[in-house]
């Protein structure tokens, strides 16, 4: 028996006419409409009747007008009956001919968004996303746009809406400029500490018992720019991109050993670094609720060093690796008590070149600190000061400082020559005020000031003690902890603190996040969220990429995937596509270079999925045989088994 493709017929719906006495009659109208915002509900725009249902009843056969033949020619094999759901339609010839579903193949660019989804998943962001943002189908929507921020390099979501025609996302629909911005509109900073509740969550349930043992997280902050001036966190302060414009802060924590992310803020640009470790605090014991005393220890650098923030953390049970300036007194004061062993040939260390000495100090706090009254410091807790010399650096600024007052000393001295021979032709005698006048210009004549004394005729002559004193603490460095009692892991924690350098690289310069691009307040913390998610995700599988060249199927493969940025592998894998039907899809072949890929990352390589299932037939317009759709939560959930 031959087979004939069903025909695809509009929308329609039944209307009734006539009377009592003439009797009434049932007929088939074709509409359109469009959802008002005012009324917030569907307004019908136009309606046409194309036909009727014979012999007076609600269901039967129905008889088309002639435009709407000549407009579906293929309607000469079919007859088509109006029922309870809607057209159903027979071959005119039942014997030799039966009807099949229209066929809705298409084609989308897909390995790349395969990967993401899944890397998503084994991350735990798909299932925190699941959590908090189900509602609407929010969380595959906010995938979505975080994979095309990703792939796109960018945050400008105009272009969202042809990309998401042409690639196989999470969520299967576009979405125009306008239900974008409600998108975002609709996450809360509620939603957004939620998110991270159930972030941490996940790597309980993951990690287990490792996060009882030391865990060390990065902290640091970064300014994004913006041309705005009606973002309320953007205000002119220290932009740390040189750019002169107002500014957002942006602090992030993440997980050094993995990179992956544990929390992200926006802050006003105006404030500084060290103004932020309270509230930092009481929202990581939000985060962590009954677990925030797990052995997590924060890791900062200079610009969050102060006796405020060294107090906030002790006295909420937070560890800390905290790199201090040397400007602090009683920092110089345990220096000076133990430089000699400090410099000490016995305290170098070979690996890392430098000399090494711990030594513990009584550090005093206040545990219930009351406003306006000045702290009582009667705790006591006992702090590692782990001091690190490197000769080098200190030989390198004492020769750039003898250097540099060499040359203004000779440069002054040249003019203190001129000044006598000038004196000697005019028979006048040099004198104080004389000498006084005489000055090198602004850069130079700090170093005589400095580091110069003056002989009996006011010659300048350098003070080695003056140097000595200047570079006194160069090559010198000082953490403070309260947990890490070995100073090479200490220094190694403090090393690793570039996870988070390396997620705001990712984060400005391979996503070009370095521009707000928002307007309002409204919008902006979905926007951030999709921002957060996709630089996190880029830096989770470029890590992958690096641990995977130092292994021996690496060496097997013979491709150098470090000579690949991570955005040429993204776009490789974007050349993967899928093909979508009614029952099922499935991918292009993936071999060579793309398994590679997939091996690397650490993503299953993907597979065609199909259903044979007895398919209804539809022909009818609606919904269900429309070529949308929306990904299985099996990709954007974790993989049983799979190691992070």
């Given at each position: 028996m031959a087979q004939i493709e069903a025909p695809k017929l509009p929308r329609a719906k039944l209307g009734i006419a006539g009377n009592k006495k003439s009797g009434f009659y049932y007929y088939v109208q074709t509409y359109t409409h469009h959802y008002d915002p005012v009324k917030k509900r569907s307004v019908r725009d136009s309606q046409k009747t194309i036909g009727k249902v014979l012999g007076g009843e609600k269901y039967g056969k129905i008889e088309f007008k002639q435009f709407f033949l000549d407009e579906h020619p293929e309607l000469e094999n079919f007859e088509v009956f109006w029922t309870a759901d809607g057209f159903e339609v027979k071959t005119v010839d039942e014997d030799n001919l039966s009807v099949v579903p229209p066929a809705f193949i298409e084609k989308r660019m897909a390995g790349a968004s395969w990967a993401l989804q899944k890397a998503m998943g084994q991350m735990g962001v798909g299932s925190?996303?699941?959590?908090?943002?189900?509602?609407?189908?929010?969380?595959?929507?906010?995938?979505?746009?975080?994979?095309?921020?990703?792939?796109?390099?960018?945050n400008i979501l105009h272009n969202y809406e042809p990309f998401s025609k042409v690639t196989w996302l999470p969520w299967g629909k576009s979405l125009n400029d306008g239900q974008i911005h409600h998108l975002f509109s609709s996450v809360t900073d509620d939603d957004l500490m939620n998110f991270y509740k159930a972030l941490h969550r996940f790597y309980l349930d993951k990690f287990g018992n490792i996060f009882s043992d030391r865990v060390f997280v990065a902290l640091d902050s970064t300014s994004i720019s913006t041309y705005s001036g009606k973002l309320s966190n953007g205000e002119w302060g220290h932009n740390k991109d040189g750019d002169s414009t107002r500014q957002i802060n942006y602090l992030h924590i993440c997980d050094e050993a993995t990179g992956l992310p544990i929390y992200g803020k926006l802050y006003k640009g105006n404030v500084v670094d060290v103004s932020t470790v309270q509230n930092l605090i009481a929202d990581l014991a939000i985060i962590m609720g009954t677990q925030k005393k797990l052995n997590l220890t924060v890791v900062t650098d200079r610009g969050y060093d102060s006796d405020d923030n060294l107090q906030d953390f002790v006295r909420n049970g937070f560890n800390f690796l905290q790199r201090s300036c040397m400007k602090s007194k009683w920092i110089q004061d345990v220096v000076e008590q133990n430089r000699a062993k400090l410099v000490d040939d016995n305290s170098y260390e070979s690996y890392s070149k430098q000399h090494m000495y711990t030594t513990s100090v009584e550090y005093y706090y206040d545990s219930f600190p009351v406003d306006g009254k000045k702290k009582s410091n009667r705790d006591v807790i006992n702090i590692y000061v782990h001091m690190y010399f490197d000769e080098d650096i200190y030989h390198n600024a004492r020769s750039v400082a003898k250097k540099n007052t060499v040359d203004a000393r000779d440069e002054y001295n040249e003019?203190?020559?001129?000044?006598?021979?000038?004196?000697?032709?005019?028979?006048?005698?040099?004198?104080?005020?004389?000498?006084?006048?005489?000055?090198?210009?602004?850069?130079?004549?700090?170093?005589?000031?400095?580091?110069c004394k003056f002989d009996s005729e006011g010659y300048a002559v350098i003070d080695s003690e003056a140097i000595d004193e200047h570079v006194k603490y160069a090559g010198i460095m000082v953490l403070l902890s309260d947990n890490v009692s070995d100073p090479r892991e200490a220094l190694f924690g403090y090393n690793c603190r570039r996870r988070v350098e390396e997620h705001f690289q990712t984060f400005k310069d391979h996503l070009n996040f370095n521009r707000a691009y928002a307007s309002s307040d409204k919008a902006f913390k979905g926007k951030f969220l999709c921002q957060f998610i996709a630089a996190s995700l880029y830096m989770f599988l470029e890590r992958r990429i690096k641990e995977y060249e130092a292994t021996d199927a690496a060496r097997k493969d013979k491709i150098k995937l470090t000579n690949k940025s991570m955005s040429r592998i993204i776009d490789d894998l974007n050349t993967i596509m899928l093909t979508s039907y009614k029952g099922g899809y499935f991918f292009d072949e993936v071999c060579g270079k793309y398994r590679t890929y997939f091996n690397a990352l650490g993503i299953e390589v993907p597979e065609a999925k199909h259903d044979y299932k007895d398919q209804v037939n539809i022909a009818d317009g609606s919904t269900d045989a429309d070529p949308d759709y929306e990904a299985e939560d099996s990709a954007m959930t974790l993989a049983s088994g799979e190691e992070i």
């Open positions: 925190a996303l699941k959590s908090v943002f189900s509602k609407y189908h929010r969380h595959l929507k906010l995938a979505s746009i975080a994979i095309y921020m990703i792939i796109r390099q960018s003019k203190i020559r001129n000044l006598f021979a000038t004196a000697k032709n005019d028979n006048t005698k040099v004198t104080p005020e004389m000498l006084s006048k005489v000055k090198l210009k602004k850069g130079m004549q700090e170093f005589i000031d400095s580091y």
